[in-house]
């Protein structure tokens, strides 16, 4: 539970900077390696390998070496954890909203019997 | 774009942390006061209160205040940037992977042949 817990904070995290996200969305269209993802970033590369290290800190990329270079891909299911949790709420918030409509027709049959 | 872009920021960051998440998780089940919110949390009101903050600042959670009263209640809709976000990814991931299905299908054809 608690894992699942700071995995969120993590994952949430990394997701709320602009560079990570779009580092995210080169990875979803295929892998890339180190160099190619820098690129288009005008950053030192020792900052913009901290922006790497925290997606992987946080399940989102996995990366390998080949030879000199490292390559990162997306991590298998990197998005379901956060689609889950936000998922949930959201069936809670419109189950209670469904609830409401339920009463309120409920309250306009009562009125018009 | 930039906008919609810095509320992505606001709104991830804002999901990272577990105090804030526990506050979405009760709104969920229906508005409350910011005493009834700050009960389950063994924080002072000020650091209780940057937290409720930094989720409206996200769009994430509407407060009104009655009488000596503010009443919290989650923002309309206030997953669905994060969430349109993440389901693109994942449209343009698993696109991905299709394609490639299809590509080794078509390899096991050719070589049948």
Not at 81 to 104: H, M, S, T, V
């Amino acid at each position: 539970m608690s894992k699942y817990y700071s995995n969120l904070d993590l994952c949430f995290s990394a997701l709320g900077d602009p560079t990570r996200r779009m580092i995210l969305q080169r990875l979803a269209r295929g892998e890339a390696t180190v160099s190619e993802l820098a690129e288009p970033h005008e950053m030192a590369l020792p900052s913009f390998m901290e922006h790497l290290k925290k997606l992987e800190a946080a399940n989102l990329v996995k990366s390998r070496k080949e030879g000199r270079t490292r390559i990162c891909q997306l991590a298998p299911d990197a998005f379901t954890p956060a689609k889950d949790w936000l998922n949930e709420q959201n069936e809670i918030w419109e189950g209670r909203l469904d609830r409401f409509d339920d009463y309120i027709k409920n309250l306009m049959q009562e009125r018009n019997k």
